[in-house]
């Protein structure tokens, strides 16, 4: 095997450690390392939550060999600052690591090429860029918050063939088939943060929690202009209601803010737009503030279709089946006041999958 051959072997094997934290170390990016000598890996490890130790350290502190002179890879450029632990910069030096194989850089000004740097000029060699794609992807949300604040917006719809995502009855269980459904809370699993609006709340009662292992941490957002949502639904009443937060007016508060919160949820006042709906940018800037990285939002259609308005959407992942309501009364998709076609934006395609008989396309800003 050639040594751009092994140094990918090893790079996607810390990529997938890191994609193992996703959705857990909020406001920090997710970030994996493998120690390798001798054409074998003498420790692995990951960043597991903020504050606690970063992936490049438990990865050295696994090792039960010697690590002098050994690769390092590292999905995300090593910090070189004191943050709530020491730089890593720091511990490589320390150790003896002679080489290191990084992702992609770091966009924090703070660190961004000055940790590469400080390995050069203490004698370590530095591979930058080996499967910059897949690093750079995993830590898109984080780059997005790091540079503008914002979090990262990913906008998942399940669909038919003509672009509803419920009938005109609003029943839409189950458009999408069970293949697609488990993706789904994959998807939620590395999320911070669940957006809905008010009327699937109505609708549905869901819990828009994830169900995998580990999928503890999501956050659920309610956005109701109007008081909508009854206090009794599942999102203020669970065990999970502490992770509920409602974005509304301070109308729609002052009559139902004691109900929703009496089991914990918070309540997020904010003066209506000029169209009387709670201003989406300031809701996902005060996210951003409080250090949620990634938003997914499952609808509805207006919700969306404000998000898309406002060009708040980072990308759409939308899963398509095979079928259509046919029916003009059915539930849009994006339901907002949209574009002319020769204004409309237009978006880049970066996966398209199968699940069942299902199908997934994922699109960003071009």
Known sequence: MTLAAEDRKWMRRA???????????????????????GGRKLGEGRHLCAGG???????????????????LYVTLEPCCTTGRTPPCTDRIVRDGIGRVVVGCRDANGRHSGRGLDLLMKQGVEVVCGVCEAEAVDLVRPFTKHIVTGYPFVTVK??????????????????ITGAAARAEVQRMRRRADVMLVGAGTVCADDPSLLCRLPGGGQLMRVIVDAAGRTPAQAQVYTDDAAARTIVATTPAAAAKKAAAWSKHGAQVWTFAPDKTGRVPLRRVLKKLGDAGYLQVLCEGGGRLVGGLNDAGLVDEYCLFYAPAVL?????????????????KMPRLRCVELKRFGEDVMMRVRKA
């Open 326 to 342: 046919g029916d003009v009364r059915a539930v849009s998709s994006v339901a907002g006041q949209g574009f002319l076609l020769g």
């Open 157 to 174: 719809l399940a669909l038919t063939l003509d672009g509803r995502i419920a009938d005109r009855t609003c029943r839409a269980k189950w």
């Open 15 to 37: 990529i997938a450690l890191a994609r193992l934290s996703e959705g857990h170390t909020r406001p920090n990016p997710p970030v994996g390392a493998v120690v390798v000598g």
């Open 53 to 71: 130790a970063h992936a490049e350290v438990e990865a050295l502190n696994a090792c039960r060999a010697p690590v002098a002179g050994a690769t």
